[in-house]
Structure formats: C-alpha cells, structure tokens
C-alpha cells in the first residue's frame, strides 16, 4: 500500500491529474489522507522545535494556566467573592475552565499564523494546505495533556472526586479544537493576504479570556442573558469542560450549550470553505 | 511505448502586479493622510466587493507564461531552458501544482515529485536525522520509503558523524550535501527539478548529476530547469525554450541549446533587460536598455558616420527629484565618458511616476572602432546609489565609415593615436598660388 512509488507498479495504478484552472479537485479529502504523514511529522516537529532553546522547557506549558489560575482564583473568588459552582473549590472551577481556553487560546493562535509560518513550504511544495493549520492543534493539545496532570494534582490536593461525566471530556475536548480550528482556518487564509489579522489575534485571545467565563462561573450571569452569552462558543465549551470534571456541581445549561454548538459548527463551515476557496493562490501572494 | 506522461494544453499564468502611485509627491501631512484614506476606502470596497485586493494605485497584468502547449513522453528527460523571467519557474510551479494556471490545462500521467530548492522545510534545531526524516516526508517519501533508505541517504550526504547534530551548527556545504541527498533518493514517476544544482562544490554537483543520470535509465521521466547547459546536455535528449513566457522553440537539447545560444548571442549586443529579482524597495527599476539606430531599429554593429541612440525604460515607483540614471561608456576596459541625464536635462526632470524612457543619443563621427561596453547607473544624487553594477549591461560595435577618409581604410593607433576619432571640422582659411 505505502509503496504506491515502487517501480513496479508505474504504469499499472497511475492517477491521472488534471490541473485546469478553478478545478475543484474531487480527490482533495482522500489526498488528506494519503498526506498523513506529512501531518504527522510536521506535528510532531512544531512539537520538538516548540520549547527548544529554552531553558525551562516544556515548564512554559505548565507555568502560564498555574499563574493564571492563581491570580483568577485570588481576584474572582477572594476579593471579588464569585461563588463557585456547588461544592466544587474555587481554584478547581478557574482551572477547569482554564484549561480548555489555554487550548483554545494556544490552537487559535498557532493555527492562524501557522501558513505565514510555512511560507517556504507553501511556495516550494505540494500538498493538500488543510495540513498546516490542523497540524498546529497537535501543539496545543500536547500542552494541553501536560496542564491536565495538573489538574489531577490539584484534584487529589482538594481531595476531589469527578463523577461519571468524566468519561465524556474527550469529546469536549474534541470541541474545543474544533471550536478554535473555525476561526484558525479562516484567519490563517485571510493572514496570507492581509498580515492585519495577525494583530488581531493576541487582542481576541486577550479580550475572550475575560469574556468566556474563566475566572467566573456562567451561573452567575443573568439568567435572561444566558442565552445571549452562549453566543461565544467557548461558553458551551466551558460550561461543558466543568460539567465533565467538577461533576453534579455544574449543571450544563442545555439551550446554551447547542446555541454554542450550533456557532462552533458555523464557523468550521465558514473556515473550511473559505480556506478551500483561496488555497491554490496561497503560493501567490504568500 | 510512446504514451505521453504530461501533455500541457495553451498554459498561461497572469500575475496582476500594483503599483503604488507617487509618494514622492506628496509633500504635506494632509495629503498623505488623503492618500491613505483613499487607499484604506478602495481596499475595503475590494474586500466587500470580493475583489481581489491589490496594493497599489495602478494594476498591471503581466503574463509569465502564455499559450504554452507541450507534450512529454514516459521515460524521457526534459531539459526547460530560458533566460531569467522567461517563465521556468512558473512552469514547474504549475507542473507541481503549487500554484494554478490562469488559462489551459495540463494533464499528467502518475506521480509528479518537485524538486524546487534543496531542503525545503529543512529546520535548522532539528538534527540531520530528524531532518531527514521531515524533508522526506515533505518531498512525498513515505517513513517506510525513508526507512528503507535511510543508510543509503546518509552516505550519500557524506555527514554520517554530524548525524545527531542540530542542522544549525552544519556547515552550509555539509546542509546542502544532506538536503541534496534526501532529494537524489526520491523516486517518483516524474521529477521535476529546477536548478537545484546551482549549490555545492562542483565534486558533490558531479555525483548529483550522475544520480540524476541513473533517475532516467529507470525509466522515470524527469524535467529539469537549470542555466548550464553543459547539464542539461548531459542529462536531457529533449528540450524546451521558452522565452518570455512562450515556448519558442522544442526539440532535440542539441537543437534547442544551440537556439538558446543564438538569442543569447543576438540580444546580449542590442539589449539589456533585467533580471526579475531587484530590490523591491528602491525608488526606481532600471527595465530595460537598448541600442538603436536612427530607424529606431535595435542594432549593435554601427558605422562610424552613425548616431547611436540608447534608449533606457525606466520604473519609478517613487519619483525623486535628485534621481540620476547614467552610464559609463568603455572600451578595452578604459572609461571614455560618463554621461548622465542631468548633464542636458534640468534636475528633477525625471520624476514621473511609472515607466520613463530617456533617450541617449551619441552623436557620429565620434568614436573611434571597437567594440563598446556600457555600465548604466542609477541613484539618488549623493545619497544613494541604485543600481551600480559592475558587469556591462549592453555591447555595440562601430566600425570605420572608409567613405569619410580619402586616405584610410581602418583607424589605427598607428594612423591616429587616441581614445576617441573625432571628425572634427577642418577649414581652408587661406590659399596662395
């Protein structure tokens, strides 16, 4: 199977390929998968290069969400007096979110930049693009497993026990890739053109993290504005992140929860067209 | 087995270029302010309008390639000869589907693997193991592929000591060595190469031409891009030229490097024109030079009794008044003069946004025979210079007019000492008898 380049078989299982002018190309998503090597490697070498040259390493990974969720933790639960959901302690339901926005914070980013990244492969080689950006969320989540081993430290500190729900993180974790990827894909594609949406990124990253609830639970939003809030897909992400590890302590505010499906969902639809839209003139204005 | 591997159809590619219009002009706060409000107001207009957008005030549509049709056969190596700008490289894009043709189309048979640089994606923390490993994959190698190769590739490169060392600290002999061979293992159905071996010493350039060589025998058909022909003619039976981004002329590599040569030789005389990759950001762009004679016909062999007219195009992106396009004049290594625009225009004369073309005119009855070399020079007057080449740019040749001596066939330095022959007028003031 993998040899498809043996000499033996030139000439039997040849593909012939037409290169025409806005030619959709039929085999884009089964070349996906033909190319899964190269997703793999290209993963696994911003995994590699990603904390190379640095003196505490992979520590950036754990030191950034720890910092956060203590300060978080001091001004929403101490001073500010947030009550936390249920019985769950404060710093576990600021970490709890925080994991999931540092995933999302770190794939949004990574991704966006990721073909300004890859400029001299894009102008060089062929492959199906779709790889670059979705290779990023690899680095993402590795960072994101390492801030997990803290959260089951912090788990067994409080003495915390999560309930059945656990066993349905990794679809929540799923979402919020899928969540970051949306947005990734389509500033990525816009970034090759107007390097403007490179600045936006770090604001949006920024400004989302005091707007998704964080450093706050969304129970104590108005409940006539729930609705309105889950317009930011990570709310439902979230929400659904602390419904899975702090167990019955945080209801999942169903209406909500799809309203943010529906937009994570939007928005992927929105990325993937657009990014296949412009993707043959990537080499171009790259 | 005569079936063709790659047949292109009318290919052609148009770039859209903008130009920005003068800033140079603009001389207030305000209007700079007016420009960029402008500008800000079209982009967004473009962007609503799902236009492209282009930076610039003036588009200019430039086909690198154009009604380019072609058929290759299975199993024969191609050679793609052109000069700089000519369209090569925008063909191999095309062929490896990096980039999309505007028109046409192009039908390939198999595989296709590019060899556009040596190295692509090489990353300079990894090790030469890693690396291997990643560039291979990129190049369209499976890891089973790699695998089986790696040892092979490893004496290939000749680096097997370095093996676990950051690419970073390699030399850049030992990096190209590494990325050359990770290329030379490739064993698609049809390779597309373009100069690649321009890199390396010319012991390693041997031993990769000679793996090439062994691509063929096997069968694999491959194209390749390079500017020496002495490669090309061993690697190649076949060869295309293209020439402005048209395909002029296909046939036996022989036939076609020799037609090569024959456009190099005609227009290397009359004509000067520049290599795409100048410094975007100067303020002018020498394009073009020419020689002419007084028919406006490009020529390069002039009698002595002719005017000489050099016409030079020029691009000013940002018009300066203290721009100064000139050139030096040589002979036998000897400047005879400099002469520059300002020398009979007023300053600041050149400073229209866009193309410019000044015309030169070296008068008859001034120099002597020989061949003539011309440097051309731009710059901002005592700023900067722009364009200062060393090498000359245009060759012309003026030979004797015997029709205007009753006593020489030729001017010698043994008749007629001196750098110039002026035809200088002489009078008879007085005769007695």
Partial sequence: MTNTLNKSTIGASEAILVIEPGRTEKNYWSDLWRYRELFVILAWRDVSVRYKQTIIGILWAVIRPLLTMVVFTVIFGRIAKLPSDGQAPYALLVFAAMLPWTLFANALSESSNSLINNANLIGKVYFPRLIIPTATLVTAFIDFLISFVILLGMMLWYKFIPGWQFLYLPGFILLALLASLGPGLWITALNVKYRDFRYVIPFVVQFGLYVSPV?????VIPEQWRLLYSLNPMVGVIDGFRWCLLGGNSPLYLPGFLLSLGIIAAFLYLGVTHFRKTEKTFADLI | MSDTVIKAENLG?????????????????????????????????????????????????????????????????????GRNGAGKSTLLKILSRITEPTEGRVTIRGRVASLLEVGTGFH???????????????????????????????????????????????????????????????????????????VGDAEFQKKCLGKMGDVTQEGRTVLFVSHNMGAVSTLCSSAILLNSGRLTRQGTTQQVIDEYERLEALEVRSEWTAPYNDDAEAEAHLKKIEILDCFDQKRHIFKSSEPIFIKFTIDIDKPNKNLK???????????????????????????????????????????????????????????????NDIAPAVLFTVRFDASRSSYHMSITESNHPGIIFPQLIWTVELTTS
């Fill in chain 1, 215 to 219: 450093g706050f639970s969304s129970n």
């Fill in chain 2, 13 to 81: 590619k148009r770039y859209t270029i903008g130009h920005q219009r003068g800033r140079g002009d603009q001389t207030t706060f305000r209007e700079v302010l007016v420009q960029n409000a402008r500008n800000l107001w079209n982009k967004s207009r473009d962007l609503v309008a799902g236009r492209p957008v282009i930076v610039g005030d003036t588009l200019e549509e430039v086909w690198a390639l154009k009604d380019v049709s072609f058929e290759i056969k299975r199993g024969e190596a191609v050679g793609i000869i």
């Fill in chain 2, 124 to 198: 300079s923390e990894l090790t030469g193991r890693e690396n291997i490993y990643l560039n291979g994959t990129i190049l369209g190698m499976t890891r089973t592929e790699i695998k089986k190769k790696f040892d092979e590739i490893v004496a290939f490169s000749e680096v097997e000591r370095y093996l676990d060392t950051p690419v970073k600290r390699y030399s850049s002999g030992m990096y190209v060595r590494l990325a050359f061979a990770v290329a030379a293992h490739l064993e698609p159905e049809i390779l597309v190469v373009d100069e690649v071996l321009a």
């Fill in chain 2, 325 to 387: 396009i000139g050139f030096d004049l040589t002979r036998n290594g000897l400047i005879l003069f400099r002469s520059e625009q300002t020398d009979s225009l007023p300053p600041g004369s050149l400073i229209k946004k866009g193309t410019n073309i000044l015309v030169c005119r070296i008068p008859p009855d001034i120099l002597r025979e020989g061949d003539y070399f011309l440097r051309p020079m731009v710059s901002i007057h005592m700023v900067h210079w722009i364009q």
